[in-house]
Each structure stands twice: as structure tokens, then as C-alpha cells.
């Protein structure tokens, strides 16, 4: 299960963050300056999985944007007793996968997806993950079926005729 994506800039701002788990706002804060810190300060040649915190980060560097993806470390069995040895069943490579369909479909959306297309389009951008990932859980991973949707809003935004006008 997904914990948290994360859109991050080279100079560490975050542009997106979707949470699918329950914290608390000083913990975000805290949690997401870490880990940004800790992705920005890596270099290219260090592998794009670290844990951190209790989470499996992984994340991938497409032009000046940092995608980070968290997901829980272990399951907690431990507190149940019943292993200690329980592993996530979230894949990194996996993960690692659906960060590049994720900026695929983006790509596709806005052309070439930058820094600006996510600030100027947030709400948009939220919709398209949304579409892609539904409490935590990859859902779909079709670009065609994804932008559809996005496809759909707009054009009906641009209707002379709406229900409000």
C-alpha cells in the first residue's frame, strides 16, 4: 500500500503531496522535510530505494521534478506477535514502474510535464493521480483510460452552454 506521493523540486519545495494514511500535519512536515532532504542530498549513481523512518522510499529524478513514493517498511505484525519477519508486499521495482507511468501520463497530458504545469494545474494534476491511485492502492495504470476522465472535465469547461453560465 501506498503511503504518501511526494512532487518535489531540485531546490527541495514541495509541489504535490498526496497522503493515503492518517498523520498529523507537524509530522508531514517533518517527515516530508526529512526524506526530501535525504532524496536531494543522494547522488545518481546511489540506488533510488532507501528506508526511512518506518517507510520504503523510492523515488526518481525526471528533469528538475523529484517523484517520491513511500510505502510502509514492514506490515505490523510485529504488534500482533505473530512475526517479526513480515515483509511489505509492495515491490520497489514496482513502485519504480508506476513512478514512470505516472510521469508517462502526465507527459502525455500537458506534453512535457514541468515544474509549472503542476503549480498553474494542481487541481488537475491531483485528479490524475487520484485516477491512477485509489486509498493507497495502484488501480490503474492505462493512459488512455486516465486522461479520458481529464479529457472529459475539460471539455465540458469549455462548453458555452454549462449549467452555470
Do not use: P
Not at 115 to 128: G, N, P, S
Not at 148 to 160: M, P, S, V, Y
Request: proline share 0%.
Amino acid at each position: 500500500m501506498i503511503s504518501f506521493i511526494l512532487m518535489v523540486n531540485k531546490q527541495g519545495q514541495t509541489r504535490l503531496s498526496s497522503y493515503y494514511e492518517w498523520m498529523d500535519m507537524q509530522e508531514r512536515v517533518a517527515l516530508e522535510s526529512e526524506i526530501i532532504r535525504k532524496c536531494l542530498s543522494r547522488s545518481e549513481l546511489q540506488c533510488s530505494f532507501l528506508e526511512y523512518r518506518g517507510f520504503k522510499v523510492i523515488y526518481r529524478r525526471y528533469a528538475s521534478l523529484f517523484f517520491i513514493v513511500g510505502t510502509k517498511a514492514d506490515f505490523d505484525v510485529r504488534v500482533k506477535g505473530i512475526s517479526s519477519d513480515a515483509d511489505n508486499y509492495e515491490n520497489e521495482l514496482g513502485m519504480l514502474e508506476f513512478i514512470h507511468i505516472l510521469v508517462e501520463t502526465m507527459d502525455r497530458w500537458a506534453g512535457s510535464i514541468c515544474e509549472l504545469d503542476i503549480m498553474y494545474q494542481l487541481e488537475q494534476v491531483h485528479f490524475l493521480v487520484d485516477e491512477m491511485v485509489m486509498n493507497g492502492y495502484v488501480i490503474d495504470t492505462n493512459k488512455s483510460n486516465v486522461l479520458r476522465c481529464i479529457d472529459l472535465i475539460e471539455r465540458e469547461g469549455n462548453k458555452n452552454e454549462g449549467m452555470f453560465r
